[in-house]
């Protein structure tokens, strides 16, 4: 038997709750693993909340971020007492996840734990930190350096967020937060952030193209956010779009795009292929202070995750949540 947080939907409603469950009921995988840690990302909020169609099968067992040991494995990669780490492949959205004591995975999903990395930093970073750090090599790739001028991280206070800022900062680049949350601003400067700017300024319709400021963005917000944010990138700025807390829309115009030659580079984590995930954890143990973890990241037990998913979707959550499952 072992713990989980169960997601249920039913004649009764849409519920999720800690439970004791058999391991006969784990899903198909040929790697089982013990979990240490799982964490929780803002996809983990809207599935535990419901406020979000993120869970596609019920009942479900979110947490799309574990990592723990191998106790069992048919795959030729993987072996019994591996220190695997897990992000994504639809783990916690359609495979049961990580919000769990155990759980039964595919092989080729699972990343060895690199040695910068003790389990519960790789937690630290998780999902959000990896998805920084795609979005820092997705800019690094369309050609922005840091003596091309200021980088913009949205939703600068959140998980990916605040990895963003750190990577940038650490890689040299001037980095501007945008947070809705002035109080933040000492904890940002501390990340490595330059200058602070009030996401207010982002958040309503404005015009197709606005004054250039950025040299490129990272943008986990979305919306009328992100059109402001393109509109306002200098010529042949690049930004990496990951995110929709504002929202899933985009009201914008080309004329950044066709006028500026400004580059949109989506950014996705869950289906990412295996050499540039990596790749991405490679760069993140090279370049991540782990006492910037501690100052990013703070731990839970299993059963706080969930009105904690609430908190996190209501943007009251500052930096990363590691999850003790065993707790
Ligand atoms: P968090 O909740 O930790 O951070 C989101 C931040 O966005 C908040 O802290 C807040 O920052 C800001 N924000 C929230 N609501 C609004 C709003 N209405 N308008 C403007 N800003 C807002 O989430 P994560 O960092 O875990 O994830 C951020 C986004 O990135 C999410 O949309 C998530 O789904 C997406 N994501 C995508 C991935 C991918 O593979 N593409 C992978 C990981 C995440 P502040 O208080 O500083 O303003």
Same mark, same amino acid.
């Given at each position: 038997m072992f713990k989980a947080i169960l997601i249920e939907k039913d004649e009764a409603g849409y519920r999720a709750g800690v439970t004791e469950l058999d391991d006969a009921r784990l899903p198909e995988g040929d790697v089982t693993v013990r979990v240490a840690y799982s964490t929780l990302n803002y996809k983990d909020g809207l599935a535990i909340t419901g406020k979000g169609p993120v869970v596609r099968?019920?009942?479900?067992?979110?947490?799309?971020?574990?990592v723990g040991t191998v106790e069992e494995s048919t795959h030729a990669g993987v072996k019994a007492g591996d220190t695997v780490v897990l992000n994504g492949w639809g783990v916690g959205e359609t495979h049961w996840g990580g919000l769990a004591q155990r759980a039964r995975l595919k092989g080729d999903w699972l990343v060895p734990l690199p040695a910068a990395f003790t389990p519960r930093q790789a937690m630290a970073i998780g999902t959000a930190g990896y998805t920084a750090m795609l979005c820092v090599m997705a800019l690094e790739r369309h050609g922005v350096t840091p003596d091309k001028g200021e980088i913009l991280v949205t939703g600068a206070a959140g998980g990916v967020g605040s990895?963003?800022? @750190? %990577?940038?900062?650490?890689?040299?680049?001037?980095?501007?937060?945008?947070?809705?949350r002035p109080e933040e601003a000492d904890y940002l400067r501390a990340l490595g952030a330059a200058d602070i700017v009030d996401r207010a300024q982002f958040s309503n319709p404005g015009k197709p193209l606005a004054k250039e400021r950025w040299a490129g963005a990272v943008d986990t917000v979305g919306s009328h956010t992100l059109a402001n944010v393109c509109a306002s990138t200098k010529y042949r700025g690049v930004v990496a779009a990951c995110g929709l807390a504002q929202g899933m829309d985009l009201p914008a115009t080309v004329a950044p795009f066709i006028l500026r030659g400004v @580059? %949109?580079?989506g950014v996705d984590s869950v289906y990412c292929p295996r050499p540039e995930r990596l790749e991405a954890w490679e760069r993140l143990a090279a370049t991540l202070d782990p006492t910037q973890l501690?100052?990013?990241a703070h731990e839970i037990g299993l059963a706080e995750a969930i009105p904690v998913a609430a908190d996190l979707l209501a943007g009251k959550v500052r930096g990363r949540i590691v999850v003790d499952v065993n707790r």
């Open positions: 099968s019920f009942p479900m067992v979110p947490g799309i971020d574990l990895v963003a800022v @750190t %990577l940038l900062a650490k890689l040299g680049y001037t980095v501007v937060a945008s947070t809705g @580059t %949109l580079a501690e100052r990013i």
